[in-house]
């Protein structure tokens, strides 16, 4: 049965895909909330569809908790039995960092300069825009950089280029040793194959 996706926005909705791809699982409808409030307002209602069909809500954690399961408590006191409403530590970036060596080569970085362990970045967003400031590779860092004087706090291109990595470089089972909640995810989606 096909898996319905809720994200934030358009990078988790890569990142979602290929989780779902990774695990064996078949994609269905996705939902991109708008932002991780609009998100939070509209899970009821996906848990409620979940009773009959599953789902895969995929959110950051940012500075919204302690820890993951706190936050799951917080949002969703009863999760159906389909509902898998998983969280990245602190943010999806924390995973895509975490295959170090093909977001090393993405960036044309060297793979010692990619931070770890992920799961304890703050601000992942921000180490990955960092961390692109550092590359050798002029057309990385205009698309993922903020221009100078810009109050961006990405680079134009930075959805279109991070979505790109999450689709057809990152490679999730190697990621997963690297990120203790990005390891707990695989394993959730995981029973939905039973």
């Not at 949002?75 to 999806?92: D, E, F, S, T």
């Not at 703050?122 to 180490?127: F, G, L, T």
């Not at 040793?177 to 194959?193: E, F, K």
Request: with cysteine; aromatic share 4%; glycine share 6%.
């Amino acid at each position: 049965m096909p898996v319905t996706i809720a994200v934030e926005g358009p990078t988790d909705t890569a990142v979602a895909r290929r989780l779902l791809r990774h695990v064996g699982l078949s994609e269905g409808p996705v939902y991109e909330a708008g932002g991780k409030s609009k998100l939070d307002q509209k899970l009821h209602a996906y848990n409620n569809a979940a009773r009959n069909a599953p789902w895969f809500v995929l959110r950051d954690m940012d500075q919204d908790a302690p820890c993951a399961p706190a936050l799951v408590g917080g949002l969703l006191k009863a999760p159906a039995r389909l509902m898998k409403l998983r969280i990245a530590v602190h943010q999806g970036e924390s995973w895509l960092l975490a295959d170090a060596e093909r977001m090393a080569a993405f960036l044309h970085v060297q793979m010692e300069a990619v931070p770890s362990p992920p799961d304890e970045l703050v601000n992942a967003k921000q180490a990955l825009v960092n961390l692109a400031r550092t590359s050798r590779s002029r057309e990385v860092r205009a698309a993922l950089v903020p221009a100078e004087g810009s109050t961006a706090s990405v680079g134009r291109q930075y959805t279109s280029l991070i979505a790109e990595f999450a689709r057809e470089h990152w490679r999730p089972g190697v990621a997963a040793r690297r990120s203790g909640s990005l390891n707990r995810c695989i394993q959730a989606l995981r029973t939905l194959l039973a």
